[in-house]
């Protein structure tokens, strides 16, 4: 079975810069839904058993939109183990104040996360965010196990990278080595063997955007 990873829109938040989390909500960009849109249009003829969304407004959004624009009557299924990181006393600071302030943490989240400890600013380590990212993927191979069945996922940038490098068999220090995820770009991941091991059809895919990429689009 495959397992489609979708990053939510571009946000406002995402454009000026501040960390988000598992709690800060910020409104897409009206030109996120232009992307989303051509996300759909990527998809379209793609036969998904479920939608699963993390519960953050922009991931819902995001979710309920490409539905939507792809014409199909899927269920969303809202699931609290896709959310971001629990960044704590970082969510809804900029990115260069929260560099100021931790400037070893802030390195290692997106550099060296075998060395990344949270705890200063009550946030979430990378081994509780994989915990859960997993404990929800191991539930849904066991629901949909048919060679056929596909499974879309929407959920946020660090998350998603964490979870999916992680069910590649990447260990935590090497999760960040490829780089980040897109807004509004998908990732796919095969498995055959019922969830044991997974392989990568597709990482952080965007030219359907037809766009530049910026660095804000991409964490």
């Not at 989390?21 to 910020?26: F, I």
């Not at 490829?178 to 990568?200: A, H, M, V, W």
């Amino acid at each position: 079975m495959q397992l489609y990873f979708v990053r939510h829109g571009k946000t406002k938040w995402n454009l000026e810069g501040r960390y988000q989390g598992g709690s800060g909500n910020s409104p897409l960009l009206p030109e996120s839904y232009v992307d989303i849109n051509k996300l759909a249009n990527y998809l379209k003829g793609t036969k998904f058993r479920s939608f699963y969304a993390s519960p953050l407004q922009r991931a819902v959004t995001t979710a309920v939109a490409l539905r939507d624009d792809m014409g199909v009557t899927v269920p969303v299924v809202v699931d609290d183990r896709l959310k971001e990181f629990n960044l704590g006393d970082l969510e809804g600071m900029k990115f260069i104040d929260a560099e100021n302030k931790y400037p070893e943490q802030i390195k290692a989240f997106r550099y060296e996360p075998d060395r990344y400890d949270p705890t200063g600013f009550h946030g979430e380590s990378f081994e509780h965010m994989i915990a859960r990212g997993e404990d929800l993927i191991n539930s849904i191979v066991k629901r949909y196990p048919a060679h056929d069945d596909k499974v879309l996922l929407v959920s946020h940038g660090a998350a998603l990278c964490a979870l999916i490098r992680s069910l590649e068999g990447y260990k935590i220090a090497d999760i960040r080595k490829r780089g980040g995820l897109t807004n509004t770009s998908l990732t796919i991941l095969e498995t055959n063997d019922e969830g044991k091991s997974f392989q990568e059809k597709l990482w952080n895919e965007t030219s359907y955007l037809d766009r530049k990429i910026s660095s804000r689009d991409t964490i």
